[in-house]
């Protein structure tokens, strides 16, 4: 079975961190751009990172730029999603999808595969 599976959500406190994991299974992700998508309670979904299938290329959001970082292990199979000094703004189900591309192209559009999301709640 192909999937994505999302990891590492929670409560944290304002100005706290998480780091997201989203691991595949049934294929490998060697030549998958991922994108990490959010969705704020009713808010539309945005796209939040990206990185390319070879990892060359990230882009993200303005309003994570800074402080989000993404990163690939393609040996573990899984993509991260670290998160520093987070804001009330940040709460959301996290999502991570892939798709096949080639080289250092970073789409957040067209979509494969996709996880069935954490949630990430920031709040005192």
């Known amino acids: 079975q192909l999937q994505l599976v999302e990891s590492g959500g929670g409560l944290v406190q304002p100005g706290g961190s998480l780091r997201l994991s989203c691991a595949a299974s049934?294929?490998?992700?060697?030549?998958?751009?991922i994108v990490w998508f959010r969705q704020a309670p009713g808010k539309e979904r945005e796209g939040a990172s990206c990185i390319s299938a070879s990892g060359s290329t990230t882009n993200y959001a303005d309003s994570v730029k800074g402080r989000f970082t993404i990163s690939r292990d393609n040996a573990k199979n899984t993509v991260y999603l670290q998160m520093n000094s987070l804001k009330p703004e940040d709460t959301a189900v996290y999502y991570c999808a892939a798709r096949k591309t080639y080289g250092s192209s970073c789409p957040f559009y067209g979509m494969t595969y996709w996880g069935k999301g954490t949630l990430v709640t920031v709040s005192s």
């Open positions: 049934g294929f490998t992700l060697d030549y998958y751009a």
